[in-house]
């Protein structure tokens, strides 16, 4: 890339880096840059110091263990360590949580961003001519803000917002924001809206973990309805890439969306892990994985269709996904496998593989 911008040697400040993009995009920084990285991370539930193990002893890494929407918090990492760009991840994530309790999402999503933008905004606007030039807030987004499709259609950077979940509500509240601050106050923020992410280090309560894990412990593979919603899947490290494509060469006010080209049904994905554990481990079963697989109840207001044109990004920043759903999906397996550890940790402190998201009135938190 001829106008690559001089972006190493410096530091950057990464949002939400312990969770699962996050750690993959800091490990991803750390192997093949020579940024240092400042990671500020609530460490909700879905915050992971495991994930992070590779890069703990590494002088360009700091984990500041903070909340976006304290203020005070976010204001003394700018001042200290001026970084030349933020990578705003850290967010709530789960759909079904947000149908059970919303309040989180709206504090961490909405108010979170607002913070972010804010301070960003003050520090920004204290910077030198040059300094305030190279500046990049990088907004990372999912493509659930455009609500659902039929049959046909494609979401491109022109799709109108038509969020249909409480999480797809408040990250698209979080993107209107950032559009709004970079229109009004000239903040050099972009915007990427990303397909569905698989891959390790996964928290167990989105579909391909928990899949992998229910299958490798002989446990019913749920599926929502008649199995029949289509998602668009990305490998992570993919997604990785993409990001630090955007992060160098994205023109500030732009929005990027990302896809892998693998729209699947969830069907299409479970039968995929059960073919691939089929051939692959040496456990005791009964047949083949998917006589596993039971239909439950579906998800409230499930969206039926995603699927995402990513030729933007590909003409403009030249980025193409290496992976495919088939060598993803082989690697994340592998990884489950060879890192039982990791996951058994969760369900021994946080988390129970419990259905969330039916939403009984009675039992909203
Ligand atoms: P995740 O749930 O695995 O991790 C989220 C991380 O953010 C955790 O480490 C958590 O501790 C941290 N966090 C949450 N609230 C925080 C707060 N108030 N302050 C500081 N840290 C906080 O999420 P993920 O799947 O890695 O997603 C990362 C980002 O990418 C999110 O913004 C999400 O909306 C977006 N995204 C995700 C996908 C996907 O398929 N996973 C697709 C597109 C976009």
Redesign the pocket.
């Known amino acids: 890339m001829g106008n690559t911008r001089e972006v190493d040697k410096n530091t950057i400040v990464v949002?939400?880096?312990?969770?699962?993009?996050?750690?993959c995009f800091v490990r991803h920084i750390i192997k093949e840059t020579r940024l240092s990285v400042i990671n500020?991370?609530?460490?909700?539930?879905?915050?992971?110091l495991q994930s992070l193990a590779s890069v703990e002893f590494n002088p360009r890494h700091m984990l500041v263990h903070?909340?976006?929407?304290d203020s005070s918090v976010i204001e003394q990492v700018l001042d200290e360590y001026s970084p030349i760009a933020i990578v705003?991840?850290?967010?709530?994530?789960?759909v079904d949580r947000s149908i059970d309790g919303a309040a989180?999402f709206i504090?961490?999503?909405i108010v979170?961003t607002f913070v972010m933008l804010e301070q960003s905004l003050r520090y920004w606007a204290s910077l030198g001519a040059s300094a305030k030039r190279d500046f990049r807030f990088v907004h990372?987004?999912?493509?659930?803000v455009f609500g659902t499709l039929g049959e046909t259609g494609r979401f491109t950077e022109a799709s109108s917002y038509a969020p249909n979940s409480p999480?797809s509500a408040s990250?698209a509240s979080s993107d209107h924001l950032v559009r709004a601050w970079h229109h009004t106050y000239g903040l050099p923020a972009l915007i990427?809206?990303?397909?569905?992410?698989?891959g390790p280090f996964?928290?167990p309560e989105?579909l391909i973990p928990l899949v992998i894990i229910n299958a490798l412990s002989g446990k019913a593979l749920p599926v929502y309805g008649d199995g029949r919603n289509v998602r668009d899947w990305l490998y992570v490290e993919d997604?990785v890439r993409a990001l630090v494509q955007i992060l160098r060469n994205g023109a500030p006010g732009k929005t990027y969306v990302i896809g892998g080209d693998n729209e699947k049904t969830t069907l299409d994905v479970i039968n995929a892990i059960c073919d691939i554990l089929d051939t692959t481990t040496s456990l005791e079963k009964n047949g083949s994985y998917r006589n596993l697989i039971r239909f439950v109840t579906d998800r409230p207001g499930h969206d039926y269709r995603y699927s995402v044109d990513s030729s933007l990004i590909q003409k403009e920043l030249g980025w193409q996904p290496a992976e495919s759903f088939e060598s993803g999906l082989k690697q994340t397996i592998e990884w489950y496998i060879d890192n039982r550890q990791w996951w058994q940790n969760i369900f021994d402190n946080t988390y129970k593989l419990d259905r969330l998201g039916l939403f009984k009135y009675s039992e909203r938190s």
């Not at 705003?88 to 789960?94: F, G, I, K, R, S």
Request: proline share 2%; net charge negative; charged share 15%.
């Open positions: 949002t939400g880096g312990a969770g699962f993009i996050g750690s500020i991370d609530k460490l909700t539930y879905a915050g992971n903070g909340d976006i929407s705003n991840l850290a967010a709530e994530t789960h989180p504090q961490s999503n979170g990372v987004s999912t493509d659930e999480y990250k990427s809206n990303c397909s569905n992410n698989f996964q928290f989105k997604h």
